[in-house]
């Protein structure tokens, strides 16, 4: 009961740090790790890993997790076959296939960060089909692993990709309401304003409803005055361009 209560105490408390300066944590550990700990990072690939996703980068991240899946998958594959030699087959078995789920699931989750980039970055380069295609695999990955984190920002690349091969679609505004909807749930408050913002832009355009300001502004409050950034800018210009009323 005293380990429950101890992780249910770290989790809330981990969940309050604002999303950004949780990111920031994560990026100044791992640089901590590399600077003073070199040989932690040799060994635990998986630390490294962890913190990288966590702070947002995943492209230093995936070497890392494919470090750890590797061993993972190694120590697993060796210690199943072992107790396979050994007569324990039903064992063996187990043990291996527990490797391979590891593996899996070790990249999974910077695997869907990587494809909200890529659909970002075919959109960019003028290619919204082949983003759609990725975006939607990636939703349908994280939909089968039942995975939370890091979906509000597909959803929001998602609406991107809709506006872009009709303007008209209604499930833009579907999709960045679903993205506002879980960002807000998970406490993530910059994925939260960026697709808060996105359908105030779409309200301006008179394809979303006037609840969208309300929500910026309430999600906009979540931040200090002190920061500065580009999505933050962003948020005050549009609240700024037409004031909402009070109440």
Request: hydrophobic residues 45%; charged residues 30%.
């Amino acid at each position: 009961m005293l380990t429950l209560k101890h992780a249910l105490t770290h989790e809330v408390t981990y969940q309050s740090v604002p999303e950004l300066r949780r990111q920031r944590l994560h990026a100044d550990v791992a640089s901590a790790i590399l600077r003073l700990a070199p040989d932690t990072a040799e060994r635990r690939p998986d630390v490294m890993a962890h913190h990288y996703t966590e702070a947002g980068q995943a492209p230093d991240a995936i070497p890392y997790w494919h470090q750890a899946g590797q061993r993972a998958i190694q120590g697993s594959y060796f210690t199943g076959w072992a107790a396979f030699l050994a007569g324990d087959r039903a064992r063996g078995a187990a043990v291996m296939r527990e490797g391979a789920e590891a593996y899996r699931a070790m990249h999974h989750r910077a695997g869907l960060r990587l494809r909200a980039e890529l659909a970002s970055a075919l959109l960019d380069v003028g290619d919204p089909d082949d983003a759609a295609r990725a975006i939607e695999e990636a939703l349908a990955q994280a939909d089968e692993a039942r995975e939370g984190a890091g979906v509000p920002e597909l959803h929001r690349v998602r609406a991107r990709v809709l506006l872009r091969r009709d303007p008209r679609d209604p499930r833009t505004v579907a999709s960045l309401q679903e993205a506002l909807r879980m960002a807000s749930e998970q406490g993530a408050w910059l994925h939260a304003l960026r697709a808060a913002t996105e359908l105030v832009r779409l309200e301006r355009q008179g394809a979303a409803g006037a609840a969208s300001e309300a929500a910026l502004r309430d999600v906009y409050a979540r931040f200090g005055d002190d920061l500065d950034l580009p999505d933050l800018s962003a948020a005050r210009a549009l609240l700024e361009h037409r004031p909402l009323p009070d109440g």
